[in-house]
Nanobody, 119 residues
Framework: VQLQASGGGLVHAGGSLRLSCAAS????????MAWYRQAPGKQRELVAS???????NYADSVTGRFTISRDNAKNTVDLQMNSLKPEDTAVYSC??????????????WGQGTQVTVSS
């Protein structure tokens, strides 16, 4: 499985950006797709996740501002980021975890994309 991320860039505080990630290579149907971010000098943190069943989870810091969505038919996940703040500046990476039952769980990462929010 390969993950290809797109989007990101430079935006002023209060602006919006949309990140997209496409998975290819035969994705197992039961999975969770997510976006993580890592700012300089900080640990990587979960931003948002969405299961193949549609359940979502958000970091407290982005709740109400970011929206994660997915298209199961296309194996894509998007992250709509609104009301961006300078503290949202980070490298954002998409993640896919497959749950294959007795065959175990498999995790994949896409390349990171830089999001920079200027004050």
């Amino acid at each position: 499985v390969q993950l290809q991320a797109s989007g990101g860039g430079l935006v002023h505080a209060g602006g919006s950006l949309r990140l997209s990630c496409a998975a290819s290579g035969g994705v197992f149907s039961i999975n969770v797709m997510a976006w993580y971010r890592q700012a300089p000098g900080k640990q990587r943190e979960l931003v948002a996740s969405i299961s193949s069943g549609g359940g979502t989870n958000y970091a407290d810091s982005v709740t109400g501002r970011f929206t994660i969505s997915r298209d199961n038919a296309k194996n894509t996940v998007d992250l709509q980021m609104n009301s961006l703040k300078p503290e949202d500046t980070a490298v954002y990476s998409c993640n896919l975890v497959e749950f294959r039952g007795g065959f175990g769980n498999y995790a994949y990462w896409g390349q990171g994309t830089q999001v920079t929010v200027s004050s």
